[in-house]
C-alpha cells in the first residue's frame, strides 16, 4: 500500500506551523518527493484563511490522528461474492484468485458475513434424510439450470424463487423406484422431489405420473416428447444435463445460494479503529480474514489478515514548527517521522525509531528556514506558495520587531515578497489588521488557536498567544477568557495555564494566567490583578514569555 506522507505543525496551529507546512510541501515536491502533503492538525487562524484566499490556495487537509487505522492497513482490491451468488460462482472466483476466504455482500454492497473454502466443501455434504437415497437442496430450479448448463427447451422454463427440494437419483430397478415415489406421494413430498436420472425412459414417467417437482436428465439424454408434453400439461419443470449423473448432483448442490450458509457471528472493523486498540482482539480470534466498514455503515472498504498486523504500515511525517511530541498531532509515536524543521528549544521527549533529518535554527521563524531551503537548492516557491511563507515569517517576528528576528529572516521575507509581488510592509501591516480574534473570535477559539503545551521539569503548562494591533475588546472579553484557561487547566491538570495578548504596535503585552499561586507569585511582571499582569516590551513566548515562566518555575522550588 502507498503509505500517507503529511507536512504537518503543531496541534492549535499559528500562522507560522501552517505555512511552514505549505512551504514545505511545495519544497518536498519540487525535489522529487511527489507524495508530501501539507496537513494541519487543527483549525485554520482567521488571518491565515485570507492569505490562503489571497493566495488561491486551499487551506491544508486536517489530519487529528496519524495512528495505524484499520483503513490505512486493509487490502483496497477485494475479491468478495453476492449473497445471491451461487456455490459454483463462489467457489471458482476463489479458485481462480487462490483465496480461502472472502467477505460475502448484500445487494447494497455492505457486509453481510464470511465464507470459507472449507464451508464449501462441507455444504456440498448435506445429511441424508431417514436413511433414503434423497439430499436436501435449498435452491432455485433456475439457479439449478444455470449451474448445470442445462437446456430449457423440455418443458417450461424453471422458475427463479427458491424451493425446498429432494434430490433423489433414479439408478434403481423401476420397482424400486416406483415403491421409494409411491412412499413419497404417501408423506405428501413427492412434490418435492427433483428426480435425477440418465436415459432412462421408465423413470421419466414414473416422475411424471408421480408427480415430481422436476427431472433432469443426464448425458446429455433427452426424453420422450410424450413426456414432454405431459410434463407442460401438469407443470412439472425438465432439465436437460450435458453432464453424468454423479456430476450432475454435485453441481445441482452448488445451485444454493451463498445466502443460506453465511453466518451473523463474524468481526468487521470500522476503518477508522486504531490498530493497537484492536489488534489484541483479532490476534485472539478464530477468524482468519477481516472485512473493513465505512464508518456509520456496512460497505466494504477492503479487508485484512493477521499478518497484516506484524508491521502495519506507519503515516510518515514531515514535523515543522516544533519538536516536542507533546505539541504533536495525535498518534506520533507510532508513526513514521522522516525529518523535523523548527526554530524553538529541544525537548527530551522527542523519541524516533530510526534517524531522521533535524534541521533546528535560531531563526525567528520556521518558514524563514523552509525558504532558505528553497534558496539553497536554487529554487523559486510559486509566487502562492511565497506570500504563505510571507505570513509565517511576518506573524512569527512580528514584521522584523521581535527578540527573535535575525538578519536571516530580514534576507528572506525581502527575497520571498518580492516573489510574491508583494510590498513586505504593506502585506504585514494588512495581516495583522485581519481577522482580530478578540473582536470576533470565542473565548476557545482565542485560547485554542495557538496554544502550545510544557513539561518543564515535571510542571506541565500551557501558554498561549494572541497577537492583535491593539488592545481594544480586551477588557470586555478578560473575564470569559479566565473562565476558559480555568477549564483548559481544571481538564487537563496544568498548573499554570496563560494567554498572552499582544499589542504588535506598540510592543505591549497583557499576560492573563490561572495556576497555583507559587507559580503565579513568581512571574516576573507586574501583577495588575489577580490573574492579570503587564508584561511590556514581552512578545515572544519563545524568547521571553516561555524563561520568564521557567525562572518561576525555578524559584518556586528553592
Not at 69 to 92: E, H, N, P, W
Not at 251 to 264: E, Q
Not at 478 to 483: R, V
Request: proline share 4%; aromatic share 4%; net charge negative.
Amino acid at each position: 500500500m502507498k503509505q500517507s506522507w503529511f507536512v504537518l505543525g503543531h496541534r492549535n496551529p499559528d500562522a507560522d506551523a501552517i505555512c511552514a507546512a505549505i512551504g514545505h510541501a511545495a519544497y518536498l515536491r519540487a525535489t522529487g518527493d511527489s507524495e508530501a502533503v501539507a496537513a494541519r492538525c487543527g483549525e485554520v487562524p482567521p488571518r491565515v484563511k485570507i492569505v490562503l484566499e489571497q493566495a488561491g490556495l486551499e487551506p491544508p487537509v486536517l489530519v487529528d490522528d496519524v495512528r495505524p487505522t484499520a483503513g490505512s492497513i486493509c487490502r483496497k482490491t477485494v475479491v468478495a461474492v453476492r449473497q445471491d451468488d451461487t456455490f459454483l460462482m463462489a467457489y471458482r472466483l476463489m479458485v481462480d484468485h487462490g483465496v480461502r476466504a472472502v467477505p460475502v455482500l448484500n445487494n447494497g454492497g455492505g457486509v453481510r458475513g464470511l465464507l470459507h473454502f472449507l464451508d464449501l466443501l462441507q455444504l456440498l455434504l448435506p445429511p441424508a434424510t431417514d436413511g433414503r437415497n434423497v439430499k436436501l437442496l435449498h435452491a432455485s430450479l433456475e439457479n439449478i439450470g444455470a449451474t448445470l448448463g442445462a437446456s430449457e427447451d423440455c418443458g417450461a422454463s424453471p422458475p427463479s424463487d427458491e424451493e425446498e427440494l429432494i434430490m433423489m437419483v433414479g439408478a434403481s430397478s423401476q420397482d424400486t423406484m416406483g415403491r421409494r415415489l409411491e412412499a413419497a406421494r404417501e408423506e405428501e413430498l413427492v412434490s418435492k422431489y427433483l428426480v435425477i436420472c440418465g436415459d432412462r425412459p421408465f423413470v421419466h414417467k414414473q416422475a411424471l405420473d408421480y408427480g415430481a417437482r422436476a427431472l433432469i436428465v443426464t448425458g446429455g439424454h433427452k426424453p420422450d416428447e410424450e413426456v414432454v408434453c405431459q410434463a407442460k400439461e401438469k407443470g412439472m419443470i425438465i432439465l436437460c444435463s450435458p453432464h453424468d449423473t454423479a456430476t450432475t448432483v454435485k453441481l445441482a448442490l452448488c445451485a444454493r445460494k451463498v445466502r443460506n450458509i453465511i453466518s451473523d457471528d463474524f468481526m468487521a472493523l470500522a476503518s477508522n479503529e486504531i490498530v493497537s486498540r484492536f489488534s489484541g482482539k483479532v490476534a485472539a480470534s478464530s477468524q482468519d480474514l477481516f472485512p473493513v466498514v465505512e464508518v456509520g455503515t456496512r460497505r466494504l472498504m477492503g479487508v485484512f489478515s493477521k499478518s497484516d498486523l506484524v508491521d502495519p504500515p506507519r503515516t510518515s511525517l514531515s514535523l515543522v514548527d516544533h519538536n516536542e511530541f507533546s505539541q504533536a498531532v495525535n498518534g506520533v509515536e507510532e508513526a513514521k517521522v522522516i525529518e523535523i524543521i523548527d526554530h524553538h528549544r529541544l525537548s527530551g521527549d522527542l523519541v524516533t525509531r530510526d534517524p531522521v533529518r533535524f534541521i533546528n535554527e535560531p531563526v525567528g521563524s520556521s518558514s524563514t528556514i523552509v525558504a532558505r531551503r528553497f534558496r539553497e537548492r536554487g529554487l523559486e516557491p510559486e509566487s502562492a506558495v511565497a506570500l504563505c511563507l510571507c505570513a509565517g515569517l511576518v506573524s512569527d517576528t512580528l514584521n522584523l520587531t521581535s527578540p527573535t528576528t535575525t538578519d536571516v529572516d530580514r534576507d528572506m521575507l525581502l527575497w520571498l515578497s518580492e516573489l510574491a509581488g508583494v510590498d513586505a510592509d504593506e502585506f504585514a501591516e494588512a495581516f495583522f489588521a485581519s481577522g482580530s480574534l478578540l473582536l470576533h473570535a470565542d473565548a476557545q477559539a482565542i485560547v485554542g488557536t495557538d496554544r502550545k503545551e510544557f513539561n518543564e521539569d515535571g510542571v506541565f503548562l500551557s501558554l498561549s498567544q494572541v497577537e492583535e494591533t491593539s488592545f481594544k475588546g480586551l477588557s470586555k472579553r478578560q473575564e470569559e477568557l479566565l473562565e476558559e484557561l480555568g477549564r483548559l487547566r481544571h481538564e487537563n491538570r496544568y498548573e499554570l495555564c496563560a494567554i498572552l495578548v499582544t499589542d504588535i504596535r506598540r510592543h505591549d503585552s497583557v499576560l492573563l494566567a490561572v495556576g497555583r499561586e507559587e507559580l503565579l507569585s513568581q512571574l516576573p511582571f507586574t501583577r495588575s490583578g489577580v490573574n492579570e499582569f503587564s508584561a511590556p516590551g514581552v512578545v515572544s513566548r519563545k524568547k521571553q514569555l516561555f524563561p520568564a515562566v521557567c525562572e518561576a518555575i525555578k524559584l518556586r522550588s528553592e
